[in-house]
């Protein structure tokens, strides 16, 4: 079955300074992977998603994240951390011709001054 | 496009009342779908819809939690006989189908149970 582990629950990052989120997935085939961010008391939006193509991938405000298929990851990052970023990022596996979204546990940005 | 409009905000229930959530999905949006969030277990898939069918409710507590989507303009959560721990955010989503869809995500009912 597919699953999808972020080993960090909460990362601290400077403002500034550049990011990494850390994102595992296990699958048997192709996957389709996507990052969500989830700002205080809102709903997940669309950070990017990722298609069987280039592994890196470019999302909304800075963000990318690079796919690994002998890794079996799919890791975000940003070059530089802006206060406003302060939020859960959950990343999330499907499979092509699915509906359904497997989400990870969420990691949670605390951006520094 | 108003988004995925999700009503009330906010529910109060005492335990062993009654609460249903709505969603109204994105006009257009083939599938929609409803998960669960808590601190404790974070976000947990409920069901889906596609084409207003019941496709996957295999998230869904056996006991008391039921969900329809009696035309393709809204989709309800029914719990029955509430209980503290089902005090969470409920958030539903809509998607044009498919497993590259993106979801968009409404705001979220907040329930708590006293």
């Known amino acids: 079955a597919q699953s999808v582990t972020q080993p960090d629950a909460r990362v601290t990052v400077s403002e500034g300074a550049s990011l990494q989120l850390r994102c595992k997935y296990s699958?048997?085939?192709?996957?389709?992977l996507f990052w969500y961010v989830q700002y205080p008391r809102q709903g997940l939006q669309l950070l990017l998603k990722?298609?069987?193509?280039?592994?890196v991938v470019q999302g909304v405000n800075g963000f990318e994240a690079e796919f690994s298929k002998s890794n079996s990851s799919f890791h975000l990052r940003k070059a530089s951390v802006h206060w406003s970023d302060w939020a859960v990022y959950f990343c999330?596996?499907?499979?092509?011709?699915?509906?359904?979204?497997?989400f990870g546990s969420g990691t949670r940005l605390l951006v520094s001054p | 496009n108003a988004g995925v409009i999700q009503t009330p905000r906010h529910k109060v229930t005492g335990k062993g009342q009654e609460a249903t959530l709505w969603c109204e999905p994105i006009s257009g949006h083939s599938a929609v779908f409803w998960y669960r969030q808590t601190i404790v277990q974070g976000l947990e898939f409920l069901t889906y819809?596609?084409?207003?069918?019941?496709?996957?409710d295999s998230g869904m507590p056996k006991e008391r939690f039921s969900a329809q989507m009696p035309n393709q303009s809204h989709s309800t959560l029914k719990i029955q006989s509430t209980q503290p721990q089902d005090s969470a955010v409920y958030l539903c989503?809509?998607?044009?189908?498919?497993?590259?869809?993106?979801?968009?995500f409404g705001p979220g009912t907040r329930l708590t149970v006293l």
């Open positions: 999330a596996v499907s499979r092509t011709g699915g509906y359904k979204v497997v």
């Open positions: 989503a809509s998607s044009l189908g498919g497993g590259y869809a993106e979801q968009f």
């Open positions: 990722y298609y069987p193509g280039d592994p």
């Open positions: 699958y048997f085939g192709t996957p389709y």
């Open positions: 819809f596609r084409n207003q069918a019941p496709i996957d």
